[in-house]
């Protein structure tokens, strides 16, 4: 059962940690930046976590990091899983019940995402402020465990308003420009066509990626309050033929991740 397999690896993590953190980090392709920044604690492989599926992507570490940042006790996961490396969405979101379940009540995230919006940069960061499911599985398909969160959850503000607005202030304080805009998840491996970019920009969509989405449905679901953010790594409307690899985007997220990574210490600080 899946509340058994949260409270089992639960118990493991806690047994390794002396504090409870206030708030979960996710990080996506490239922003492992962020992970040399916290005052470590202590750092466990996913191998060696019960229950724990691998991380199989390039620019994904694999580890579980506890310690300081921003003043905050937080735990950080370097490294997350995707629906296209063949995980269930349980698995896919199972960090986050475990986030939960050892005292996370503010969940962050960040993912590198193609920008659809005009104006749109390669490099900028977007603050997410909704989201789009484009996931052919969803999270919370199946039966309904009521110690892990209500039947269904409300979806009108799944990114907090009020951490939006405080990462909007922290980084016009510290001077970075940011954008804002609506987050689509799909389920990938391919970059998405010309036709779809444009399909997805004209339903709304102001970046797209292939995460983010299940993550925040499931911290919803166990009550936690969200801020996440997409690093612009690639434009998916523009006018030259050119062919978007994993490499660039990889190269786009780190350049741009230490803004990311100074935005996120000081909405932590803040929590």
Known sequence: MLFERIQETASYIQSKIKGQPVAGIILGS??????????????????????FPQSTVEGHAGTLIFGTLGGKYVMMMAGRFHYYEGYDMSVVTFPVRVMKALGVSTL?????????????????????????????????????????????????????????????????????????????????????TRAEYNWLHIIGGD????STVPEVIVAIHGGMKVLAASIITDLGIRDELNVITH??????????????AAIFTEVVRSL
């Open 30 to 51: 490239g922003l492992g930046y962020l992970a040399g920044l916290i005052e470590k604690e202590v750092e466990i492989p996913y191998s060696e976590i019960p229950n």
């Open 207 to 210: 970046a797209v990626g292939m």
């Open 108 to 192: 962050l995230v960040s993912n590198a995402a193609g920008g659809m919006t005009p104006g749109f940069k390669v490099g900028d960061i977007m603050l997410i402020k909704d989201h789009i499911n484009q996931f052919p599985e969803h999270p919370l398909r199946g039966p309904n465990d009521e110690r892990l969160g209500t039947r269904f959850p409300d979806m009108s503000e799944p990114y907090s308003l009020e951490l939006l607005q405080r990462a909007h202030t922290i980084a016009r304080d510290l001077k970075i420009p940011v954008q804002e805009g609506v987050y689509i998840g799909l389920q990938g491996p391919t970059f998405e």
């Open 247 to 260: 490499e660039e985007v990889l190269q786009a997220a780190n350049s741009a991740a230490p803004k990311l």
